[in-house]
Antibody, heavy 119, light 107 residues
Framework: QVTLKESGPGILQPSQTLSLTCSFS??????????VGWIRQPSGKGLEWLAT???????HYNPSLKSRLTISKDTSNNQVFLKITSVDTADTGTYYC???????????WGQGVMVTVSS | DIQMTQSPASLSASLGETVTIECRAS??????LAWYQQKPGKSPQLLIY???SLHTGVPSRFSGSGSGTQYSLKINSLQSEDVASYFC?????????FGSGTKLEIK
């Protein structure tokens, strides 16, 4: 059974760095074609893909935020991390991590973690 | 970037009705399209991948079709539990992009 769960700080101030963790079970990120992606959603709005890391440590970023994003993984502990630097209020929303397989659609999602950027 | 134009933005239909949601890509995405359902307060759930393949456990009243730049999601025999927002996503090329969503309500 594939499960993913996001964790984060809840609230942070503008200009700080947001650090998110995705803890997963039921699959190995070392397995061929497996990836984990991060997607976010402002309250009441649409979905925005942020980044994906693959089994060979290949990383893809959304160019609109690329300079602020860093995705990484700890395969032995079944975790994926996302850092977003210099946050502002526009980064407020729910952040999801999700599993992808042979293709880059997301077949299993975490429950999401709410992040609020406020002074 | 490939832009995904989704329509309609909202939709109201009666129980038992058939509804269709459309997504148009700004270029050919060669069936690299997925559909998701997001119920209020929940995370998105995969319905369809490769434009027309039903994900495990998804009821057969959901179906996907299309090719090239035009794709659609059809829901037959609308049920009350289908109240949700629906999103398309292209994965033919990076950056991965989503449609703006369709909010489905029951009349």
């Amino acid at each position: 059974q594939v499960t993913l769960k996001e964790s984060g700080p809840g609230i942070l101030q503008p200009s700080q760095t947001l650090s998110l963790t995705c803890s997963f079970s039921g699959f190995l990120l070392s397995a061929s074609s497996v990836g984990v992606g991060w997607i976010r959603q402002p309250s009441g709005k649409g979905l925005e893909w942020l980044a994906t890391i693959g089994w060979e440590d290949v990383k893809h970023y959304n160019p609109s935020l690329k300079s602020r994003l860093t995705i990484s993984k700890d395969t032995s502990n079944n975790q994926v991390f996302l850092k977003i630097t210099s946050v502002d209020t526009a980064d407020t929303g729910t952040y999801y991590c999700a599993h992808s397989g042979d293709w880059d659609y997301f077949d299993y999602w975490g429950q999401g973690v709410m992040v609020t950027v406020s002074s | 970037d490939i832009q995904m134009t989704q329509s309609p933005a909202s939709l109201s239909a009666s129980l038992g009705e058939t509804v269709t949601i459309e997504c148009r890509a700004s270029e050919d995405i060669y069936n690299g399209l997925a559909w998701y359902q997001q119920k209020p307060g929940k995370s998105p759930q995969l319905l369809i991948y490769n434009a027309n393949s039903l994900h495990t456990g998804v009821p057969s009243r959901f179906s996907g079709s299309g090719s090239g730049t035009q794709y659609s999601l059809k829901i037959n025999s609308l049920q009350s539990e289908d109240v949700a927002s629906y999103f398309c996503q292209q994965y033919y090329n990076y950056p991965l992009t989503f449609g703006s969503g369709t909010k489905l309500e029951i009349k």
